[in-house]
């Protein structure tokens, strides 16, 4: 079962129509128990970080998110969220990863928001290598930088991260030191 986390943020029924066309069982919740049982977590969003923060704070899921042991997807916000920081009101976010959001700044003609089809490059191989210089479409007017966790770049005014990959745990039974990769 996956869970959807269900707080103060748009396009939860676009995920679960995404869902629903894969044939995937989902939830879409706000209660703790059923998110930390999930076998996995998206966690969508369309909003300000800031307010969402607040939500999150206020409905003690910023504790249970991080804490979460499963795979997690963040999307759109729901990734800025997992950064330490966001300059989009100063917010200090849950710090899955360390790393800034930062606001995209023109150099050129180049519009804030960046909307807009933009081809991935895929730099670690968990991803689906088919992926790879595919065109997805972008609404959002902040970014994270390419960073040790970066495994898909995008470019738009710069080159950003479009997807991250963190390993939060690892589960060993006896492994030698000469068998971890």
């Not at 269900?6 to 995937?24: D, H, M, Q």
Request: charged letters at 20%; aromatic letters at 10%.
């Amino acid at each position: 079962m996956i869970a959807v986390i269900k707080y103060n943020a748009g396009n939860i029924r676009s995920v679960a129509f995404a869902l629903e066309r894969l044939g995937v069982d989902f939830t879409i919740t706000d209660n703790h128990e059923e998110i930390q049982k999930a076998d996995k977590v998206i966690f969508p969003g369309v909003g300000e970080a800031s307010t969402t923060m607040d939500y999150l704070i206020a409905h003690k899921l910023d504790k249970i998110i991080k804490g979460l042991k499963q795979p997690v997807l963040g999307i759109c916000l729901g990734m800025q969220l997992m950064c330490a920081h966001s300059e989009e009101n100063n917010t200090s976010c849950l710090g899955i990863f360390d790393e800034t959001v930062k606001l995209f700044k023109p150099i050129n003609k180049e519009k804030v928001p960046h909307m807009g089809w933009n081809s991935l490059t895929i730099n670690q191989s968990w991803l689906d290598s088919s992926f790879d210089k595919q065109f997805v479409y972008f609404v959002h007017s902040y970014y994270v930088p390419i960073n040790i966790f970066t495994s898909a770049t995008t470019e738009y005014i710069l080159p950003f991260s479009s997807a991250m990959k963190k390993i939060t745990f690892m589960r060993c039974s006896s492994i030698q030191k000469n068998q971890l990769p």
